[in-house]
């Protein structure tokens, strides 16, 4: 049973989107096939990350406030956190961002594949020097769709 992983299943702009939440902090957020059912939240914090959600695409200068508990290493936390500080409609290149944390582009990117709360945590913010660069762990399809509509969408204003 797929809504028992996820606190919510709810139709986006850019498709189903699940959200995983434990207690009162949201822990994952997943593009989902188009064919899952929808699954209104089940808990507070399944609302209040579905209301912010809301918010962010009728107006991509929103902030998210709830409290996000992303699991990964200490590396990937400190990556997690500097993506944060990006500003809506920003982008940085991974060369960049790797030479601000004193790193690799490729650390940088294999820190943004693993962003367990895309959106939430913005990696879609950080693109290659010659063009988009990747997106949850694709260099192509539907992912990199999701990447240009969001880029897009903060750029132009909602």
Not at 16 to 45: A, C, M, R, V
């Amino acid at each position: 049973m797929v809504h028992s992983v996820y606190g919510a299943i709810v139709a986006t702009p850019l498709g189903k989107l699940g959200l995983s939440t434990s207690g009162n902090i949201l822990i994952g957020l997943d593009f989902l096939p188009p064919n899952i059912p929808e699954y209104f939240p089940s808990d507070s914090t399944a609302r209040v990350a579905l209301a912010q959600l809301q918010a962010y695409f009728a107006d991509p200068r929103v902030m998210f406030t709830l409290s996000l508990l992303p699991q990964g290493t200490a590396f990937q936390k400190r990556v997690w956190h500097t993506l944060r500080l990006i500003p809506p409609g920003s982008t940085v290149t991974y060369g960049k961002l790797a030479k601000k944390l004193k790193t690799s582009p490729r650390a940088i990117g294999a820190a943004c594949r693993s962003n367990p709360l895309p959106i939430f945590i913005p990696c879609h913010r950080v693109i290659s020097s010659q063009g988009l660069g990747g997106y949850s762990g694709a260099t192509e399809g539907p992912y990199l769709d999701i990447k240009a509509w969001l880029l897009r969408h903060e750029t132009e204003g909602g």
